[in-house]
């Protein structure tokens, strides 16, 4: 059935933004999200308290890619509009699609830049706190995915890399 559609598909005298608002139209929508591992000097992790997490607030950085952005452009954002930091990107680790939740989710690594702390944290409507924890010594409060998150970003980067 499938390669008659297919075969139909090629054949039918649609062209060029009707056939792409087609196929818009008809594809399952998704939700892109960025999220970063930011590990400081020291290895530790930087975890945000979010006000609208419940009885689990605590989790990495991240957020909502905005049209016309790339992932990249989009954790930058996320990570200084929620603790006023500016951090670098030092690599792409993993990404996963949630299909109960219609949601794709990047994870990066990243770093502070040369000068920038938590110094400049404010809270704010989102974040009520930033703080940065050892791995072993994570808050409670963090939900099973965060963490299991935070443990893919970990593997994926490397013993030798997280200690950095």
Same mark, same amino acid.
């Given at each position: 059935?499938?390669?008659?559609?297919?075969?139909?598909?090629?054949?039918?005298?649609?062209?060029?933004?009707?056939?792409?608002?087609?196929?818009?139209?008809?594809?399952?929508?998704?939700?892109?999200?960025?999220?970063?591992?930011?590990?400081?000097?020291?290895?530790?992790?930087?975890?945000?308290?979010?006000? #609208?997490?419940?009885?689990?607030?605590?989790?990495?950085?991240?957020?909502?890619?905005? !049209? &016309? +952005? *790339? %992932?990249?452009?989009?954790?930058?954002?996320?990570?200084?509009?929620?603790?006023?930091?500016?951090?670098?990107?030092?690599?792409?680790?993993?990404?996963?699609?949630? #299909?109960?939740?219609?949601?794709?989710?990047?994870?990066?690594?990243?770093?502070?830049? !040369? &000068? +920038? *702390? %938590?110094?400049?944290?404010?809270?704010?409507?989102?974040?009520?706190?930033?703080?940065?924890?050892?791995?072993?010594?994570?808050?409670?409060?963090?939900?099973?995915?965060?963490?299991?998150?935070?443990?893919?970003?970990?593997?994926?980067?490397?013993?030798?890399?997280?200690?950095?």
């Amino acid at each position: 059935m499938q390669d008659k559609l297919i075969w139909l598909w090629a054949r039918l005298p649609i062209r060029g933004r009707w056939r792409t608002a087609i196929v818009w139209l008809l594809s399952p929508k998704f939700v892109v999200g960025v999220t970063g591992l930011v590990l400081d000097d020291e290895g530790r992790i930087l975890l945000l308290k979010h006000t #609208y997490r419940g009885k689990k607030p605590w989790g990495l950085p991240g957020g909502g890619l905005k !049209p &016309g +952005e *790339s %992932l990249e452009e989009c954790l930058l954002r996320e990570v200084c509009e929620e603790t006023g930091m500016k951090v670098e990107i030092t690599k792409y680790l993993s990404g996963a699609a949630h #299909y109960d939740r219609r949601l794709v989710d990047m994870i990066y690594s990243c770093r502070p830049l !040369p &000068g +920038e *702390s %938590l110094a400049v944290f404010k809270p704010n409507a989102e974040i009520a706190q930033a703080r940065w924890f050892h791995r072993d010594a994570l808050p409670t409060s963090i939900t099973r995915g965060q963490q299991m998150l935070i443990d893919v970003a970990l593997a994926q980067l490397g013993e030798d890399e997280a200690q950095r």
